[in-house]
């Protein structure tokens, strides 16, 4: 019986050793200098679907706004799921089109000027950790190819 014992206590204190230096273990060598190796990294990135929203102001002498350009950030997938509402919350028709990291928004109907557009990016993945997602925005008047720079909006990640 007392071998038994003994030998279940030694057993569990061998195992305990061995677990736990799996993790990290810090060594010194002759100049007191610590080295920590096998670190283990908790939690792991992941990855959420948020919602990223931008509120363009459009001047009142500018020429009518024909297409707005954004620049996506390497750092999120954007989805084809995006609205675009004015100043009184009514969906505005849009023609979506992508070229790499560029979206193009066209405006085929409505004259946009002198009002405020929502721009919704509604399924967004993004990482919890790491950098903030930074846009860059140009805009095209009507009759104009030139783009105009609108400004950048920056989402921080959580």
Do not use: C
Request: hydrophobic fraction near 40%.
């Amino acid at each position: 019986m007392k071998k038994t014992l003994i030998s279940a206590a030694a057993f569990a204190l061998v195992s305990a050793a061995l677990i736990s230096a799996g993790y990290a273990t810090a060594k010194t060598d002759n100049n007191r200098v610590f080295n920590v190796n096998d670190s283990v990294k908790f939690p792991p990135n992941s990855w959420r679907i948020v919602k990223h929203t931008f509120r363009v102001q459009i001047p009142r002498n500018n020429n009518t706004l024909s297409q707005l350009i954004i620049d996506t950030p390497s750092s999120v997938a954007v989805s084809n799921d995006i609205d675009v509402l004015d100043d009184k919350g009514q969906k505005i028709n849009i023609n979506i089109s992508v070229n790499g990291r560029r979206i193009l928004i066209d405006f085929p109907e409505k004259v946009i000027s002198n009002t405020k557009l929502l721009i919704e990016f509604n399924k967004v993945r993004q990482p919890t950790v790491g950098p903030a997602s930074v846009y860059s925005l140009w805009a095209k008047a009507v009759g104009n190819d030139t783009e105009i720079p609108v400004g950048t909006a920056q989402f921080s990640t959580f």
